[in-house]
Structure formats: C-alpha cells, structure tokens
C-alpha cells in the first residue's frame, strides 16, 4: 500500500512536468535552457518510478563507494573548471565535456541497484516444458556466421603472411574458447543427443571452411581491389568488435571507465607487437 501511494505521488508529479513541457514546447518563443531543465526533471521521475516499480534494495557499501569516487572526480573537475580563464573557449568546452563524462559516471553509479522483484514469475511446469524444446535459431545462425568471419579472417591473415595467420589463429582460439563455452551451454540446455553434437560442430566446421576458401581465393584476387576490400573489411570488423562491442560491454559492466579496462586493451597490443617480432 505504502508502495502503491508513492507511485501514484510519482505518477502525478510526472504528469505535471510532463504538461509543462508541453506548453514550453508550444510557446512561440522556445526556451532551449527552460525544456532542457524540464526534460531532466522528467527522467529522475522515471527513473525514480522505476526503481519504485522494481523495488530497489537500498545502496550497499561497495556502490556508495564507487558514488563516493564519482562524485570527488565530478568535484575536482567542476574545481579545474572554475579556474580557468573564461577566455579560453577551447579549454572550456574540452573541460566542460570532461565534467559531463563525470556527472555520467554519478548517474550511473547511482541508478545501479539490486531489485528485489526483478525476476520474471515462473510460468507453469508444461508451459516451461514446451518452450525448453525451442531450439534458439537465432543464436545459432549469429555464432556461425561469427565463426566463418573469424575462419575468413584467419584465413587473410595467412594469405598476406604466415605469421600473421598464426597470431589470428591464436587470438581467435581464446574468442572462440569462450564463445563456444556459453554457446554449448545454451544448446545443452534445449537440445540434446546427436542433434545438439551436430549444431555444436557447425561454428568449428564453418570456420575452418571458411578459412580454406579465404586462403586459397586470397591468391587469385591478390593485387586487386577485391583483396583491397577483403582485407579492409578484415580489419573493420576487428575493430568494430573490440571497439564498439567488447569495451562497451566491459565499462557497462564496471559501471563506468575502470582504469584496468584500457589497460588490459593496450597489454594485448603489447603481446601482439612482441609475438610478431619474436615468432
């Protein structure tokens, strides 16, 4: 009940902001700063409403911690900011974006919460028994094409020299170790006996497929803009992954820009350089 009344405190606050963005939106004259403080004013009430909805434990130790270390880098920036000299729009503006990355890093550190309801019910016994027999399509179609693109990559990288093929062919076996780890996982769980050792074979079958064909194509394109292409792409899709893919997902995970994140990337660089020069 206590819960139920506070959300309708919400919903109606809501409501109001809501309503008064409309009519900053409708004047003829638009106030940017005004519709700009209503729409923040509209996202803590949603953001609030939902951990109202999902029932948020309270902050633990370790997440006040981490708010704590958010908050002195936000102060110590917004510090720098008002030293300097408001002439310099440059070095404004480059701090100015230093202290938003920080006041993200707050928002992040204090939207993180445990939920108390955040497990789905469980459904009844037979229908969780019919839906177990889907065999996930689509997660095995996504691991196979990854698979011929890794095979494809491995099988440029020999093409051009044979060290390089090595390296790929190193770096590709842990991607895939733990690829085919979660893969295997979620394939044992709705499929079982020769079916599901045969949807396990595929991704390997298709990269060493995959990998003979980039190798032994690789030497009539070669001295072409096919191969220009082939190779562009090779490395395009590399560094989407790592990029785009990887280290997203690992500050989304830390909740923020850890410092051991780019470590960890430019160690890897390190033992690639060195791997290249010695073998």
């Known amino acids: 009940e206590e819960v139920a009344a506070r959300l309708r405190i919400w919903l109606c606050r809501l409501q109001a902001h809501s309503a008064a963005l409309s009519r900053l939106a409708s004047a003829e004259a638009v106030d940017r700063e005004a519709v700009d403080e209503e729409v ?7 953001d609030s409403a939902r951990r109202i909805v999902k029932g948020a ?66 459904l009844p016994e037979k229908k969780e028994e019919e839906k177990a027999t889907v065999v996930p399509s689509g997660l095995i179609v996504a691991v196979v094409v990854d698979s011929a693109i890794d095979g494809m990559l491995i099988g440029l990288a020999g093409s051009v ?19 085919g780890y979660s893969f295997a996982c979620s394939i044992r769980k709705v499929v079982q006996g020769c079916t599901g050792c045969l949807i396990l074979a595929m991704p390997p079958l298709m990269m060493l497929v995959s990998s003979a064909m980039a190798c032994v194509g690789a030497g009539y394109v070669e001295h072409s803009p096919a191969f220009s292409g082939l190779i562009a792409f090779a490395m395009v899709a590399v560094l989407f992954l790592v990029f785009q893919e990887l280290l997203v997902e690992a500050r989304e995970k830390e909740g923020g820009d850890a410092w051991h994140i780019g470590l960890w990337l430019y160690a890897g660089l390190l033992l690639s350089i060195q791997s290249d020069m010695f073998f």
């Open 40 to 46: 923040h004013g509209i996202d803590f009430l949603v």
């Open 57 to 122: 434990e309270p902050m633990d130790r370790r997440g006040a911690n981490r708010l704590r270390e958010a908050v002195a880098g936000l102060i110590d920036h917004i510090e720098q900011l008002r030293k300097m000299d408001m002439a310099e729009v440059r070095d404004l503006e480059r701090q100015l974006r230093r202290s938003g990355a920080s006041l993200r890093l707050v928002h992040s550190a204090a939207e993180r919460a445990t939920f108390r309801r955040w497990a789905p019910r469980p």
């Open 161 to 179: 020299a044979a060290n390089s093929g090595k390296l790929m062919a190193v770096a590709t076996t842990f991607e895939m170790c733990f690829l």
